[in-house]
Antibody, heavy 114, light 112 residues
Framework: QVQLKETGPGLVQPTQTLSITCTVS????????MQWVRQTPGKGLEWMGF???????EYNSEFKSRLSISRDTSKNQVFLKMNSLKTEDTGVYYC????????WGQGVMVTVSS | DVVLTQTPSILSATIGQSVSISCRSS???????????LYWFLQRPGQSPQRLIY???NLGSGVPNRFSGSGSGTDFTLKISGVEAEDLGVYYC?????????FGSGTKLEIK
């Protein structure tokens, strides 16, 4: 069955880089787009960007200058990297399959604090 | 960016009661391909969002048929026909017609 699971550092210091991995099973990344969404206390749910089945990406301009989404299809993994973290980036980060947003991971809590 | 305004922000219902949630968009969500990319999600306490409805009115797999979606253009509605205890949580609408995709601010459903 389809499963998605995010793994990440939990705690990141301000100005540092956040790296999160989404490991999927039950489908191929070459057949589906994958997106990243975060949920913060200040702004609620925010769409961050996606990676197409062919590997190209689109980003929310709000994050464009510091966000990167990539993947390793051989490992069934999608990656989020965001630099220059601020305390306002504290929240839960989700990966989701973009076939009408049908499957979401459990999310990973990230705290940005010194 | 497209702004989605959900009302009410809090909804209190008894078991068996029918309720509706409104989602109004600042722009038409009708895409040039003829689809309207409006979705509804439920986020239960401590869980990730779960898709209920896609493309305005299509019921997601495994979603009970007491949930229904309707609307067009800028006005959309999620209806629950006979609330059950498991329906408590926060409901969100989301649009994926215009980039960046955006979410409503949520409607919290409480069970009396």
């Amino acid at each position: 069955q389809v499963q998605l699971k995010e793994t990440g550092p939990g705690l990141v210091q301000p100005t540092q880089t956040l790296s999160i991995t989404c490991t999927v099973s039950g489908f191929s990344l070459t057949s589906y787009y994958m997106q990243w969404v975060r949920q913060t206390p200040g702004k609620g749910l925010e769409w961050m960007g996606f990676i197409r089945s062919g590997g190209s990406t689109e980003y929310n301009s709000e994050f464009k200058s510091r966000l990167s989404i990539s993947r390793d299809t051989s490992k069934n993994q999608v990656f989020l990297k965001m630099n220059s973290l601020k305390t306002e980036d504290t929240g839960v980060y989700y990966c989701a399959r973009m076939y009408h947003f049908d499957y979401w991971g459990q999310g990973v809590m990230v705290t940005v604090s010194s | 960016d497209v702004v989605l305004t959900q009302t009410p922000s809090i909804l209190s219902a008894t078991i068996g009661q029918s309720v509706s949630i409104s989602c109004r968009s600042s722009q038409s969500l009708l895409d040039s391909d003829g689809n309207t990319y409006l979705y509804w999600f439920l986020q239960r306490p401590g869980q990730s969002p779960q898709r209920l409805i896609y493309l305005v009115s299509n019921l997601g797999s495994g979603v009970p048929n007491r949930f229904s979606g309707s609307g067009s253009g800028t006005d959309f509605t999620l209806k629950i026909s006979g609330v059950e205890a498991e329906d408590l949580g926060v409901y969100y609408c989301m649009q994926a017609t215009h980039a960046p995709f955006t979410f409503g601010s949520g409607t919290k459903l409480e069970i009396k």
